[in-house]
C-alpha cells in the first residue's frame, strides 16, 4: 500500500511541477512579447513619430500577469524569502513545522485573494470591463480572471508543499549554511 501511495505522490508532485513549469514558460513568453512591444513603441516614436497606442495599458496589466504566473513555479521550488535566525536552531521536524505553518499562510492569502477577486471577476465578464485613454481599450476580465485561478493553483501548490514539510520533511528542508550563489 505504502508503493501505491507513493506513486500517485510522485505522479501529484510531477503533474504540479509540470504545469507550473509550463505557466513559467508562458510567462516568459509573455514578458519577451512585452519587451518587443516596448522596443517597438519606443522606435517608432523616437524614429517615425508614430508610437504603439495602447503600450502603457498593455504593460500595466501585463507586468500583474507575469507576476502571478511565476509565482507558483516560485513557491514550488521554494524560492521565498524568510530570515533564518531561529529556523536554523531548530531540527528537522522544527524545520518541516515552520514550513509547513508559513505554506499554511501563504495558502490562506491566496484562497482569500481568490475569494475576494471572484465577485470582481465575475463583474468584469458581465460588463466586459476595459481600460484605456480612449484611442485603445484593453479588455481586464481576462487579467481578473488569470489573478483568481493562479491564486487557486498557489492555494493547491501551497498545499502540497505543506503535505511534504510535515511528512518528509529531511527531503524538503535546506540546510541555510549554503552559499546564494551554489
Not at 508610437?51 to 507575469?66: D, K, R, Y
Not at 481568490?114 to 470591463?129: D, K, S, Y
Not at 484611442?135 to 487579467?143: G, L, Q, T
Not at 489573478?147 to 541555510?176: N, T
Request: glycine share 8%; charged share 15%.
Amino acid at each position: 500500500m505504502a508503493s501505491r501511495n507513493d506513486n500517485v505522490e510522485a505522479r501529484i508532485e510531477r503533474i504540479v511541477g509540470t504545469f507550473t513549469k509550463w505557466l513559467n514558460v508562458f510567462s516568459a513568453a509573455w514578458l519577451f512579447s512585452v519587451a518587443l512591444l516596448i522596443l517597438y513603441d519606443v522606435v517608432g516614436r523616437e524614429l517615425f513619430s508614430a508610437p504603439f497606442h495602447g503600450t502603457n495599458e498593455i504593460v500595466a496589466n501585463s507586468v500583474l500577469s507575469i507576476l502571478f504566473l511565476q509565482l507558483p513555479l516560485s513557491i514550488l521550488n521554494r524560492n521565498s524569502l524568510r530570515t533564518t535566525i531561529v529556523f536554523d536552531m531548530l531540527g528537522t521536524r522544527g524545520k518541516g513545522f515552520v514550513d509547513a505553518l508559513s505554506y499554511f499562510l501563504a495558502g490562506l492569502l491566496f484562497l482569500s485573494i481568490a475569494i475576494g477577486g471572484w465577485p470582481n471577476m465575475i463583474e468584469a465578464w458581465e460588463i466586459l470591463e476595459q481600460e484605456g485613454s480612449g484611442i485603445v481599450n484593453i479588455p481586464v476580465y481576462p487579467i481578473r480572471s488569470l489573478v483568481v485561478f493562479v491564486s487557486i493553483i498557489a492555494v493547491g501548490v501551497c498545499s502540497l508543499l505543506i503535505y511534504q514539510s510535515v511528512s518528509r520533511p529531511q527531503d524538503f528542508v535546506s540546510d541555510s549554511t549554503e552559499s546564494v550563489g551554489e
